[in-house]
């Protein structure tokens, strides 16, 4: 009897595992999209409380204009995830050399002509990998870690005067098949911009 018990309890572990790891949705994932616009928001508006890691980061800060979702900005941002996960390439600059601006302008999204000068230029755009949820991604972009400048913070919190000016929005969640060949379980894009000086 103990070791039918034991083989039905490995069975159903085994069957709850395989269960949860059909329910996984490889590609774009829209609720960790959403979850990163909107524990942004939170952080860069104060509207969270001093327990969570990320309070120190915004505690001297006053509240920052509110971030505007932009469903042109959320499409690049889809697509560059995409890319990088089927290219197995992480870089603000892709294999043709294109920056972030450059794919900002082409779907539509009008730029100050100065901004385009240079196709590898990147203005706008945050990214990360391997982290399980977007709101995780957001947290290591924010702490920064090792990037000279705290660029990504800067970026995402509008501490400085160039990235304060920033409102529009549009961030991806992409979760990598694990029969891919891509080096990360996930991409994370997200783009924060405006049209004009």
């Not at 069975?11 to 329910?23: A, D, G, K, P």
């Not at 942004?40 to 505007?68: A, E, F, T």
């Not at 794919?103 to 009008?110: N, V």
């Not at 304060?164 to 080096?183: H, L």
Request: hydrophobic share 35%; net charge neutral; aromatic share 14%.
């Amino acid at each position: 009897m103990r070791k039918f018990k034991a083989l039905l309890i490995c069975f159903v572990l085994q069957q709850s595992i395989l269960f949860s790891q059909e329910n996984i949705v490889y590609g774009i994932d829209t609720t960790e999209s959403k979850a990163i616009f909107n524990y942004l928001q939170k952080v860069r508006q104060k509207n969270i409380g001093k327990s969570d890691p990320m309070y120190k980061y915004v505690k001297n800060q006053g509240k920052l204009p509110l971030l505007v979702w932009n469903d042109t900005l959320a499409q690049v941002a889809r697509t560059k995830a995409e890319y990088m996960a089927d290219h197995n390439h992480f870089d603000h600059v892709d294999l043709l050399g294109k920056g972030i601006n450059y794919y900002i302008s082409k779907a539509g999204y009008e730029l100050d002509e100065n901004w385009l000068d240079d196709p590898e230029n990147n203005y706008f755009e945050s990214l990360q990998a391997g982290y399980s949820s977007g709101v995780g991604a957001v947290q290591y972009l924010i702490i920064d870690k090792g990037i000279p400048g705290n660029g990504h913070r800067k970026h995402l919190l509008g501490q400085d005067d160039w990235n304060f000016k920033n409102v529009d929005i549009g961030a991806a969640f992409y979760r990598t098949d694990p029969n891919s060949r891509a080096d990360y379980s996930t991409y994370t894009v997200i783009i924060i911009a405006r049209h004009r000086y």
